[in-house]
Every structure is written in C-alpha cells, then in structure tokens.
C-alpha cells in the first residue's frame, strides 16, 4: 500500500495541489505567490508523466478501488482543470490572501482528484473537499452577504453529496461494485446519483445556487468558481450517463430559461452566471445524445467554456476591482480608462457569441452537428434560439453596458498587470483552438473528422449574429430593449430565500419556545424540590430540632423490637 502511494501518487495532479495549498497556509508573502504560480506547473508535469491511458486498482479491505482512471475523457477535464488553475493563480498574484489562494489550490486539486477517480469512494471524498473549499471561498467574499451564501451554497452541495453517497451505497448492495462506470436512472441507487450530479450542474430549478453565490466571491474566486463545479458535474454525467435521453431536453431547457433572466438582471456578474447556465445545457445535450461526436463536443464546449467563461468573468473582475461595482446602471464609457480589459472581454464575449475564428465557433458546431445527425430537429432549433439569446446577453449586454453605454464620466488605471496577463493568456488560447481546430481535436476522447468551416456553417452563423446584432440595435435605439434598472430578479430561490426561511425560523420560534417551556418546568420542578427539602430537612425542621432522652429510649426500644420481630418471623 506504501509502495502504490509512493510510485504512483506521486504524480497525481490533485494531489500536488491538494497538498501545496495545505502548505500555503503556513507560507510567508512572496513564497505563497510563487507557490501559487508553481502549483499547476507541478501538477501539469505530474500529469503528463502518465501514460494516456492508465488505471491503478488497490484493494482496500474488501472494496476494489481505482483512484487513478485515465482515458480520453477524463485526460481532457484534467488537461483544462489544470490550465485553469494555473490561469486563476495568474490572476490572483495582486492579492496577498493566504487563505483564499489555499481554498483555490484545493479545490481545483479536488476537481482533479474527482475527474481522475475511477470509482464511487473516490470520487466521493474529493466531491466533498470541493464543496467546502469552494464554499470556503464564497465565504471569503465580500462581506455578510458572502457568508450568508456561502451558507446556503455549502447546504445545498452537502445535499448532493448525501445523495451520491446514499446512491453509491445502494449501488454497491446491488452489484457488490463501487466502481464508477456507467449506470442508469431506471434503478434507485443511479436516480440519486443522477440528482447529486445534477444538482452540481445547476439542473433547471437545482440552479439559483450558481446565481446566488458566484457573484457574492472575490473577483479571484469567481473565476476559480465558474471553472470547476459545473464542468465536474458535466463530466460525471458524461461518464455515467451517456445516451440517456432525459437529458437532452433537460439540457435544452438549460439553455432556453437562464435568456430571459439574464437580460433583465442589472448584475453582470450575474447575467454571466445566468449564462453559464445557457453554457451548460449545450453539453448537457451532447451528454444525452451520447454519440462519439456529440460527446466530443460536450468535451470540446467544456474546454472552450472554461476559457471563455474565465476571460468574461476575469474582465468583469478587474472592472469590480477598479471600480468597486459591476451594476450596469453605475458602469458605462471605460474602454476609455481600461481598453486592454474592454478588448479581451470583447474576444470572450465574440467567443461565447461563436463568431467564426474563436473556439466557441468550433465547440458549439460539432454538438449543433451531432443534434443534427441524430434527428433531434426541434433540439436543435431550442439550441440556435439559444445562441441568439446569449449573443444577446453575454456577447452584447456585458461588454456594452461595462464599457461603451451611458458614459458615467469614469475614470481609474487598467487592471493590474497579472489581470491583464491571465486576460491576455486566455483570450489568446481562446484564439488559437478557433483558428486551428485540429488542436482540439488531436485532445478529444474520439478520433473524428469535422470541419467547421464549411460554406453552410460559416454563413448560417454569421447571419444569426448579424440579425441579432440588428435586433439589439433596433430594440436599443427605440428603447424597447428592457432597461437597466435597480431591482431584484424573482427567480427559483424565492422559494428557499422567502418560505422556507420563513418556515425554518418558525420552526426554531416553536423550538425555542418549547425549550423555554421545558427549561421552566425543569426549574419549577427543582425550585419545588428544594423547597420540600429544606423544610423537611432545614434548620426549622423537625428534624433539626433537639430530642429528650426519654424519647430516644422510647425509639431504640422500639426499633429493636422491630428488629428481633423481623430476625424471628424470617
């Protein structure tokens, strides 16, 4: 067992960073920072040491184990996880929080550990050092509102992991195996596991956590945040759940609702989380169809959805960090103060949008082509209703109400120089899988032959980009495009913020009265028992009160009869 460890965990990327964000904690400044920039490098050199396709079994009493599975899938979650990691550190070298730089070394370490796991024990432990670590970092945020969700978001995540681990359970009852393969929610143990998946991945109406808590993190934390969960979640199901047809509309749906919401949100970072969730579902589509090609693309789109999801919330980030607010009703006109920020956040922006010669051109046309060769038509038209609307709201709306609407006369320095580099390192990868595709594809689980740049798919995409560029301009102009305004979206979490808080606080008003109550009675009780003592046994008692001689004769007398008249009878 020693030996296992020592020769082959060595290497393992999460663990590197599990343990190096450990040690963080106890590492002065300047250290810390090159620990934080040193981490991914080591995890990357201790990834790529391994072969392509591995897997290590240990017998652990009487479970057979694989914490170490490699293959095409799980190489290229790893392969991004990593680069997002070395991205975020990047990020985050302006800051000298110890603390959150060692949550974020571990969770993205625990994403890493749960990609690579190739059974339900071990993906469970590391699915549970995510949820605190990035719990942790929402804490880490901005104050009481940060707390409080980070509290609702570690509530809900500790749910998933009780259903993964009550589902693994039974799972292991009926097959004797808790090896992580594929499974089927037509039984009870792979249902709970399919809704502990799917609560991570923000399934509609299991989603308002994304919302509540990402923008309640530090500009650093949300980009870590917006990096790891949902695309752990995406991979899980892909692994487990591939072919399952539930989830293609479950995955439309994702990409259909988060649209409205995010249109009329005043929060950009919020829009942007709505918009994760749009992002989402055009995997969780490719996850249910589950042909080779559709789960390329599902792998292709979670690849490419890190970098640009990461650059769009990196942009946002600096602009919080300079101006202190990301509200489109106090931003406008700082492409004049921050252009190297208003430029990458418009190559993330045309990115999420599919323009041609940006990676999301390439992620987005294979799933599109696989919905299409499968025969799911009207999918595939929720899908391109779907890319319009986040045109809209992602592509559109945050570059153009952060930095070219109603100018608010700002003015600030650009983001520190680390900000810029993560920005201008990621926009240029954003770039460079656009406009060579073979990349991608040389890195998918499949071998494939798709060319993205077909007549056909080159102009139907520029067209919907185009008309819906036309579309905002004519809402805009005539102001019909809702307008940005101070306000509160209603959304699902109403029920958990409004009712059920109310009822959760009723229940701990009857609670604390009961206790009240009992407590009362308890002292009640005592107070009685203590007044029947002292008079019974009190200064003033009888008791304490002197006796003749002559009476206690009479009452030795009288006991030992009883006693000679107890020893006879007996």
Same mark, same amino acid.
């Given at each position: 067992m020693i030996d296992f460890f020592i020769n082959d965990y060595i290497n393992h990327p999460g663990i590197i960073l599990i343990l190096g964000g450990i040690a963080m904690l106890f590492m002065p400044g300047n250290m810390r920072r090159l620990t934080t920039f040193a981490l991914p490098l080591f995890a990357l050199l201790g990834f790529l040491a391994y072969p392509d396709e591995l897997i290590l079994t240990v017998n652990l009493f009487d479970y057979t184990l694989d914490p170490i599975r490699i293959d095409g899938i799980s190489w290229i979650f790893t392969l991004i996880f990593i680069i997002a990691a070395f991205i975020t550190a990047i990020y985050s070298l302006h800051k000298s929080d110890k603390f959150e730089q060692s949550m974020i070394a571990i969770y993205a370490g625990s994403a890493i550990g749960a990609v690579l796991a190739g059974d339900l024990l071990t993906l469970f432990i590391f699915w549970e050092v995510s949820a605190l670590s990035s719990a942790i970092i929402v804490w880490l945020g901005s104050g009481h509102d940060s707390q409080r969700a980070a509290m609702r978001y570690l509530l809900i995540h500790i749910t998933s992991g009780l259903l993964l681990m009550l589902g693994s359970i039974l799972h292991y009852q009926q097959t004797n195996s808790i090896l992580f393969d594929a499974m089927s929610i037509d039984t009870l143990s792979g249902l709970l596991i399919f809704l502990a998946f799917g609560i991570k991945c923000a399934f509609p109406l299991l989603h308002n956590w994304l919302q509540d808590a990402y923008p309640e993190a530090s500009p650093v934390g949300t980009v870590a945040l917006s990096a790891f969960t949902t695309k752990l979640a995406v991979y899980c199901l892909a692994r487990g759940y591939a072919g399952t047809e539930s989830l293609i509309w479950i995955g439309a749906l994702m990409t259909a609702f988060p649209i409205f919401y995010a249109v009329i949100e005043n929060d950009l970072r919020k829009v942007l989380a709505y918009s994760l969730n749009n992002q989402l579902g055009f995997m969780v589509v490719g996850v249910g169809v589950g042909t080779e090609l559709a789960l390329n693309g599902t792998a292709a789109h979670a690849f490419a959805h890190i970098l640009y999801k990461a650059l769009l919330f990196m942009s946002m980030g600096a602009v919080l960090h300079r101006i202190g607010t990301c509200k489109a009703t106090e931003l406008g006109g700082l492409y004049k103060s921050m252009p190297w920020t208003t430029i990458f956040c418009l190559i993330g922006a045309m990115s999420i949008s599919a323009f041609p010669l940006l990676s999301g051109f390439i992620s987005k046309g294979i799933i599109l082509y696989a919905v299409a060769e499968e025969g799911h038509w009207i999918t595939w038209l929720v899908l391109l209703f779907a890319s319009a609307g986040v045109l809209h709201h992602s592509g559109i709306k945050v570059p153009f109400f952060s930095f070219f609407a109603h100018d608010q006369g700002l003015t600030c320095k650009e983001a520190p120089l680390n900000m810029l580099l993560a920005m201008g390192i990621t926009a240029a990868m954003c770039i460079l899988l656009g406009i060579f595709p073979h990349i991608f594809y040389q890195w998918l689980p499949y071998s494939m032959e798709f060319h993205p740049y077909t007549f056909d798919h080159t102009i139907t995409q520029l067209q919907l980009i185009f008309f819906s560029l036309l579309a905002f301009t004519v809402l805009y102009r005539n102001g019909w495009y809702p307008p940005e305004i101070r306000s509160t979206n209603l959304d699902f979490d109403w029920l958990y913020r409004k009712p059920l808080? *109310?009822? #959760? /606080?009723?229940?701990?008003? +009857?609670?604390?009265?009961?206790?009240?109550?009992? /407590?009362?009675?308890?002292q009640a009780t005592l107070k009685m028992l203590t007044s029947f003592a002292y008079q019974a046994h009190g200064p003033k *008692? *009888? #008791?304490?009160?002197?006796?003749?001689?002559?009476? +206690?004769?009479?009452?030795?007398?009288?006991?030992? /009869?009883a006693c000679l008249m107890f020893y006879y009878v007996i």
């Open positions: 808080n *109310s009822l #959760i /606080t009723l229940f701990a008003s +009857m609670f604390a009265n009961l206790l009240h109550n009992v /407590t009362e009675g308890k *008692s *009888s #008791i304490a009160r002197g006796a003749s001689v002559g009476n +206690m004769v009479v009452w030795v007398a009288v006991l030992l /009869t």
